[in-house]
């Protein structure tokens, strides 16, 4: 069992690119998520899905895109990459639980650079 | 915006000794989670708490939960060098499908 598997690991951008962050599961769990860290700042909610076909935005979702066309993919797209969007990006996924969000299941992150 | 914080930022002990480490939130949960990241790691689940519950164990990990004080503890005990690690907490709110994570406190453990 890979678990939750990111790609790539390491992307260097520049200001203006566009990119895409590839996110899958093998666990078949429902929910999958994106976070971003920064220094200081802890983990914040970009965008998550409940379950394929589904996305909706957190808690700092500008700038970002995402697609869940398949219920193991979580795809997280930047259009224009700009510096501020330098940070390790989390993909995530849990299983659905009817009575509040369980654990989550980690990804080892993705690290972006934006010059 | 951070809905746990915790408490302290930094922390470095010996091995052997006993670390603690606290959580507070703003709103009413559903449940509270721990969470360990190693450097350069994503971040592994250590434990869940629900806002019923008052104490619970994991081995050498011991967590409480005081909902009036909108609070939370995680207690490790006879520290190892590999235990350090950042730790976050993280909340679930009624409704929501989502955790909201603390910006996390950093142990140290010295051999």
């Known amino acids: 069992n890979a678990g939750v598997t990111q790609t790539p690991k390491f992307r260097v951008l520049k200001t203006g690119q566009s990119m895409t962050l590839l996110c899958a599961q093998d666990m078949n769990h429902e929910y999958m998520y994106w976070y971003r860290q920064d220094p200081g700042m802890g983990l914040r909610l970009i965008h998550y899905?409940?379950?394929?076909?589904?996305?909706a935005k957190g808690e700092v979702p500008d700038g970002y895109n995402v697609s869940r066309l398949k219920k193991q993919n979580f795809l997280l797209g930047l259009e224009s990459a700009a510096p501020s969007q330098t940070s390790v990006y989390f993909c995530?996924?849990?299983?659905?639980?009817?009575?509040?969000?369980?654990?989550?299941?980690f990804g080892e992150g993705s690290r972006l650079t934006v010059l | 915006s951070q809905q746990g914080e915790e408490d302290p930022q930094a922390l470095s002990i010996q091995e052997g000794e006993n670390a603690t480490m606290n959580c507070s939130y703003k709103t009413s949960i559903n449940n509270l989670q721990w969470y360990r990241q190693n450097s350069g790691r994503g971040l592994v689940h250590l434990i869940l708490i629900r806002s019923n519950e008052r104490e619970k164990h994991s081995g050498r990990l011991r967590v409480t939960l005081d909902t009036s004080k909108k609070s939370s503890s995680l207690l490790i005990t006879a520290s190892r060098a590999a235990d350090t690690a950042s730790y976050f907490c993280a909340t679930a709110n009624s409704g929501y499908s989502t955790l909201t994570f603390g910006k996390g406190t950093m142990l140290l453990v010295s051999p």
């Open positions: 995530a996924s849990s299983y659905r639980r009817e009575w509040n969000t369980g654990e989550l299941f």
């Open positions: 899905s409940v379950g394929e076909g589904t996305t």
